[in-house]
Structure formats: structure tokens, C-alpha cells
């Protein structure tokens, strides 16, 4: 199906572990995010990439580290996670010359024992 | 620095009755204006959006927003609220001339239509 995919859709894992989260878009989308959603912050940003090997940092990126080798996919990995990092993960996507309308995937509810 | 504020957690309304979701905002620059609805367990679908022109937005299922430049805001409004449109609202802006990365999210109103 087109669209905007995440996956795994929930993941428990402990302190320490490396954790990779997968989001992978069909429409062939020029710009991709990673958002975390907590109670009271609404979506913050964390990494954001504008094409194929070009990401930059958004607010939160600390803990956090980003690869785009293709332009469908855009995985999120924490390298050593942590308690704080349980969260809400969003990956959104935006056409190069539209008028700035975020698709946003379904989410990873990840939680961090 | 840019933000966002939805100045309620929570907003209550009966079926039937008008619905208003509020959205102030703090920008240096022209603001492109968004609101976005989250059902649970889903991701954020966009609703409607103000990038120029008219101050009043119509979106998706009946909704609309007005954009006022002089209060800085942009309250979302419904004329007859349907216990379907009980979800969490988000409100964003991004700055226009920056970089994508620039979006800023409120922190949500969850809005509860009651029966």
C-alpha cells in the first residue's frame, strides 16, 4: 500500500540496548522528520533530512542518530537507549515544492525498562 | 524564539453545540499555520492549513480556522461538534523563508464531544 510506514509498531527493550526504529515512505518524498510525542510537549522535533545523505538536527537530537542512504527510508536509531527516551515516535514526510502538508506515519510506541 | 501555545488540555463540548480549539503563536516572520487531528493509536492526519490570502481556512470534516494577525492566533472551530470529532488537536506553525526543519507543535487539546 502507498504511504508512510513505521515499523516496529511497539518495542520494549532495556536500558543500554541499541534500538532501531524503520519508517519508509512510497511516495518518493524529498523531506523526512522524526518527531517523539510526550504528554504536555506535543511533538518535538529530532532529526529531519532533506534528501538522500543530507539530515540535519532538529531539537532533541541528543541520543539519537539518523541515516538516509535512499530516499524511501529514513531508520532511527538510539545507540545506548535510555529511560527518557520511551516515547512516542512519529516519522513524517513533505513533497519537495508543496505547500509545507507533514504525512505523518502511524507511530512507535517505544518504552524503555 | 518561536512557539506555539494551545492554552487548553482539555475542551468539553456537547453534540450539536459549537466547537473553538484554541492556537496562539509567537514568530518572527510570516507564519505558515496548521492544524492537525491524532485519533488514537494513529498519526497525526492534517486538517487545514493557512499559508496567504483569506483569513478563514476551511478543512477537513467541516472544520475551519481563522488566522488573526493582530492577536496572533489561529482558533480552530466546528458550528455543530460530532462525538466523531472527539481527538486530540494539534496546532503548528512554520516560518516562512526557513529551512522544513523549522515546524513547531503545540503541546495538544484533547477535545471531548459528549452525547
Known amino acids: 500500500d502507498a504511504g508512510i510506514t513505521q515499523s516496529p509498531r511497539y518495542k520494549i527493550t532495556e536500558t543500554g540496548r541499541q534500538v532501531t526504529l524503520m519508517c519508509h515512505q512510497t511516495w518518493s518524498h524529498s523531506y523526512m522528520f522524526w518527531y517523539r510525542q510526550d504528554l504536555g510537549h506535543g511533538l518535538r522535533l529530532i532529526y529531519y533530512?532533506?534528501?538522500?545523505?543530507?539530515?540535519d538536527k532538529g531539537e532533541v537530537p541528543d541520543g539519537y542518530v539518523v541515516s538516509r542512504s535512499k530516499t524511501e527510508n529514513f531508520p532511527l536509531t538510539l545507540e545506548s537507549a535510555t529511560r527518557s527516551q520511551t516515547s512516542v515516535y512519529f516519522c513524517?514526510?513533505?513533497?519537495?515544492?508543496?505547500?509545507?502538508?507533514?504525512?505523518f506515519g502511524p507511530g512507535t510506541r517505544l518504552t524503555v525498562l | 524564539a518561536q512557539s506555539v501555545a494551545q492554552p487548553e488540555d482539555q475542551v468539553n463540548v456537547a453534540e450539536g453545540n459549537p466547537l473553538t480549539v484554541k492556537c496562539t503563536y509567537s514568530v518572527s516572520g510570516n507564519p505558515y499555520l496548521f492544524w492537525y487531528v491524532q485519533y488514537p493509536n494513529r498519526g497525526l492526519q492534517f486538517l487545514l492549513k493557512y499559508i496567504t490570502g483569506d483569513n478563514l481556512v476551511k478543512g477537513s470534516y467541516g472544520f475551519e480556522a481563522e488566522f488573526n494577525k493582530s492577536q496572533t492566533s489561529f482558533h480552530l472551530k466546528k458550528p455543530s461538534a460530532l462525538v466523531s470529532d472527539s481527538a486530540l488537536y494539534f496546532c503548528?506553525?512554520?516560518?516562512?523563508?526557513?529551512?522544513?526543519?523549522?515546524?513547531?507543535f503545540g503541546s495538544g487539546t484533547k477535545l471531548n464531544v459528549k452525547p
Open positions: 513524517a514526510s513533505i513533497s519537495r515544492g508543496s505547500t509545507d502538508t507533514q504525512y
Open positions: 533530512s532533506a534528501a538522500a545523505d543530507i539530515t
Open positions: 503548528a506553525v512554520r516560518v516562512a523563508g526557513y529551512n522544513f526543519n523549522k515546524f513547531y
